[in-house]
């Protein structure tokens, strides 16, 4: 089974900076997509960077600009470097990973698979 674990969030002062990690485990022979979204109270999930299958990466226009996404592939970790925060990034973030892994009939197939979410909260 894939896995996502997050760390790296808490409190910030606005203008400041914070790093999401996102350490996947489990068999996954690819990544067909990758990403991070969040959620603010009362609010719907969006959309804050995502890399398609094709390789593009889009950041939503809220955070671009601000906010970087790193994969590093050795560790299989994911990364969002936010800096310039403000008040408004403040919400659950998630990490993303579509993959191909084994199942356990010995196939592969296709997986969605979410991070726990992690709290940011930007605040003076």
């Known amino acids: 089974q894939v896995q996502l674990v997050e760390s790296g969030g808490g409190y910030v002062q606005p203008g400041g900076s914070l790093r999401l990690s996102c350490a996947a485990s489990?068999?996954?022979?690819?990544?067909?997509?990758l990403g991070w979204y969040r959620q603010a109270s009362g609010k719907q999930r969006e959309l804050v960077v995502n890399i398609s299958s094709s390789g593009a990466t889009k950041y939503a226009d809220l955070v671009k600009g601000r906010f970087t996404i790193r994969r590093d592939i050795g560790d299989n970790t994911l990364f969002l470097q936010m800096s310039d925060l403000k008040p408004e990034d403040t919400a659950a973030y998630y990490c993303n990973l579509g993959v191909v892994a084994h199942t356990k009939s010995g196939g592969y197939r296709y997986f969605d698979v979410w991070g726990q979410g992690i709290l940011v909260t930007v605040s003076s």
């Open positions: 489990g068999s996954i022979f690819s990544i067909t997509q």
